[in-house]
């Protein structure tokens, strides 16, 4: 790969990004920030912080998507500070982490800073208040890595207790814990629309699927300590960045690993990001290097090779840069292989080597090509003998041939073959549905009795023979379930014309009910899926689409009837919705209120709170968020009223109240530290006091004063 641009900053990059307004942020381990336009890295503006990182192999700055807010460790690491990178003043210092902070996020709405430390604890900060809002569930050792999904509906941490935490920051409550690494996790990154690829400490990466908790992949190839990962605009393209300065190439489709060498540094990879407008991979080192690259570097150049036929060429321009097999241009050169060996088969099948010779003539050239084209002309140098077989009817012997040489079962001989066998077998069958014709049944099908894949099926349709009258009658009377135990069972129903017409009604199945869906047509949609969720193949798609047909349905229904309520209890079950225009802008206007109803909750302000969320009140699937509002709303309450020096008594009541309506959690137990230094003979036990949570939580438990 060739160095599209570079540019020093001399000290080690710890941060890339790209904001909203297309400026390219780059920021040191001396905190220094500076802005680059993104086509020729020139520099654009920037400033100090004058934060020395002396360790920064977990995310120890970060920045709003916006450019607004800046959050970064402080050199001790004793807290988490969050700066307004427009006034350049520190809106919050945190540090109510016991021991050091270890990494820090900010999240795509830039709506809360996280802290995250050494013992377990995330604390969610209000940027523009600076206060703190919520607490993320606890791990039970330090928090490597925060990462958030695109959409900011999710967020995830990663621990040395070897655990990945998920929490909606929709419905603002724990989703899972993700458990199957065997060491500690480092390394977290969303994509797609509910995937999540973690790293640990021993170099194995771990694909899952957030919403079931389960694992979908385990990447191979990685040997080196893995320092930054992106993922490509598309989502197409995993990169990682390892210790040994190399970038590591997966194909997100498949979770093959492209290539284990794609790009070497001389110096360990800090920072990824990837330029969705330019398709350049964004790399800073340790060494202070910010580097561009195209990953479809040298397109132009293949499409020019392809025009000449110069396929030599074109596959060494592949396999200095794999990427371009993934382009439009390769796939012409993909689909001309393709049918020239397809077109080579014929010829030799027909006897015609020289034809076949002429085909290949334009890819004779690539090895990897030509190492097929070797063998293909091996296998077929025994056709003729296996056509002497077919045609002499020594059955056992064509098919053992076939069995040598696969490439034999795509011919018309083979293909004969298979079609007497099945006329064959359908004829037995008919005679052993009679009880006097067993061994008209026997004698018809012995000429295949000395054939291994046959001989099974033989044996068990002359000793089975109410087992197939038993599938025939499940078919008939269209009770699927019962049809695919018996498949399962006992495979030599497979053969049988029967389960060949049940497989073609059930992709019928799946292509109309997919037509439905796409238009619009959900009862009829419904109906397909319901039959359709009784075909193994199907079933869990089947159950799954189900859940999302009858979402929609209540979910639209209630935009049209103007069912607030049932339109947002809808989206919390089912994140498709989130993603659909009416759910984008009903969950635009819930965050826009959120933000309000937080601007008043800073001020310890209920009433206006209850004012801007009043609309919300009745939505259960809202409690959990109200609860973490009116929560922090009533903590502040107890903050000023501790400030404004109110009697031990009141306070006390006030501390009783709010663990009675929330529990206890991070900001009370703070907050009674606070209350204890101040007040170091009050008797207040929380061990005796009932305990309320977030959970519980209804809006009939609000006041308008905790202390009252």
């Known amino acids: 790969m060739e160095l599209v641009n570079s540019k020093s900053v001399v000290k080690p990059i710890i941060l890339i990004k790209i904001l909203e307004d297309t400026r390219l942020l780059v920021i040191d381990a001396q905190t220094t920030v500076r802005y680059f336009k993104t086509e020729t890295l020139e520099l654009s503006g920037g400033f100090k912080v004058g934060v020395h990182h002396l360790h920064y192999k977990t995310s120890v700055v970060a920045s709003s998507t916006d450019g607004k807010y800046l959050a970064s460790l402080s050199a001790d690491c004793k807290e988490a500070r969050l700066y307004n990178t427009v006034s350049k003043k520190i809106i919050s210092k945190v540090d109510r982490n016991q021991g050091e902070v270890s990494c820090v996020g900010i999240d795509p709405l830039s709506r809360y800073m996280f802290s995250c430390g050494d013992d377990g604890k995330t604390f969610a900060i209000d940027?523009?208040?600076?206060?703190?809002v919520f607490t993320l569930p606890h791990h039970a050792d330090t928090i490597n890595d925060i990462a958030f999904s695109k959409n900011s509906n999710w967020v995830a941490t990663a621990s040395y207790d070897r655990k990945i935490s998920l929490f909606n920051l929709v419905t603002m409550a724990p989703k899972d814990k993700l458990i199957a690494h065997s060491?500690?996790?480092?390394?977290?990154?969303?994509?797609?629309?509910?995937?999540?690829?973690?790293?640990?400490?021993?170099?194995?990466?771990?694909?899952w699927n957030i919403h079931t908790g389960k694992v979908l992949h385990r990447l191979e190839g990685i040997h080196d300590d893995v320092t930054q990962m992106v993922v490509s605009a598309d989502e197409q393209f995993l990169f990682l960045g390892t210790a040994l300065g190399y970038i590591l190439l997966y194909d997100l489709h498949t979770y093959e690993l492209i290539s284990g060498k794609y790009i070497k540094m001389v110096s360990p990879i800090t920072a990824l990001e990837y330029d969705a407008?330019?398709?350049?991979?964004?790399?800073?080192?340790?060494?202070?290097?910010?580097m561009q690259y195209n990953i479809y570097e040298n397109e132009e150049k293949l499409k020019e090779l392809l025009r000449k036929k110069d396929f030599n060429s074109t596959e060494k321009l592949v396999n200095k840069n794999p990427v371009l097999a993934y382009t439009k241009v390769y796939n012409l050169m993909s689909n001309l292989w393709e049918n020239t060996l397809k077109q080579a088969k014929i010829a030799l099948q027909n006897g015609d080597k020289n034809k076949a010779l002429l085909l290949f003539k334009q890819f004779k050239d690539i090895p990897s090509k030509n190492s097929i084209i070797q063998k293909l002309f091996k296998d077929y140098a025994e056709f003729n003998k296996f056509l002497n077989f077919v045609k002499e009817g020594k059955l056992a012997?064509?098919?053992?041939?076939?069995?040598?040489?696969?490439?034999?079962?795509?011919?018309?001989?083979?293909?004969?073959?298979?079609?007497?066998?099945?006329?064959?077998?359908?004829?037995?069958q008919k005679y052993i549905l009679d009880p006097k014709g067993m061994q008209k049944a026997k004698d018809i099908l012995a000429p295949y009795r000395g054939i291994s894949e046959k001989t099974k099926f033989i044996q068990e349709i002359l000793t089975k023979g109410e087992i197939y009258r038993r599938f025939k009658m499940a078919i008939g009377q269209k009770e699927f379930r019962i049809c695919f135990e018996l498949v399962k069972r006992h495979p030599f129903l497979?053969?049988?014309?029967e389960y060949d017409a049940l497989i073609r009604y059930g992709d019928t199945l799946y292509i109309k009910a997919h037509t439905y869906i796409q238009e619009n047509d959900m009862h009829s949609a419904l109906r397909m899926l319901a039959v359709l969720k009784n075909f193994i193949d199907f079933s869990e798609e089947a159950e799954e689409l189900i859940k999302e047909v009858e979402a929609k349905q209540k979910f639209f229904g209630a935009v049209n009837e103007d069912d607030v309520a049932t339109a947002y209890n809808m989206m919390a079950l089912s994140e498709d919705l989130l993603e659909t225009d009416d759910g984008k802008i009903l969950q635009k206007e819930w965050n826009s209120d959120v933000g309000i109803a937080n601007k008043y909750a800073s001020t310890g302000n209920v009433a206006g709170v209850y004012t801007t969320l009043k609309k919300y009140i009745k939505i259960e699937s809202k409690y959990m968020a109200l609860a973490t509002v009116f929560g922090w709303c009533y903590i502040v309450q107890l903050e000023t009223a501790l400030q404004e020096n109110m009697q031990q008594t009141k306070l006390e009541k006030g501390i009783k109240s709010y663990i009675l309506n929330f529990?206890?959690?991070d900001q009370i137990e703070d907050f009674f530290v606070s209350f204890k230094n101040k007040y170091p003979n009050s008797k207040l036990n929380f061990e005796f006091l009932q305990k309320g949570s977030f959970s519980m939580w209804r809006p009939s438990m609000i006041v308008k004063s905790i202390l009252d």
Do not use: C, R
Not at 185 to 207: E, G, R, T, W, Y
């Open 397 to 428: 012997l064509a098919y053992n041939m076939a069995n040598t040489y696969h490439v034999y079962k795509e011919s018309n001989a083979y293909k004969a073959l298979e079609e007497k066998w099945k006329k064959t077998f359908i004829k037995a």
């Open 663 to 665: 529990g206890i959690q």
């Open 277 to 290: 407008a330019l398709n350049y991979l964004l790399i800073g080192t340790d060494d202070g290097f910010l």
């Open 494 to 497: 497979k053969e049988f014309p």
């Open 127 to 132: 940027v523009k208040s600076g206060k703190l």
């Open 183 to 207: 060491a500690p996790v480092m390394k977290l990154k969303f994509f797609a629309k509910n995937k999540l690829v973690s790293i640990d400490k021993k170099s194995v990466a771990i694909i």
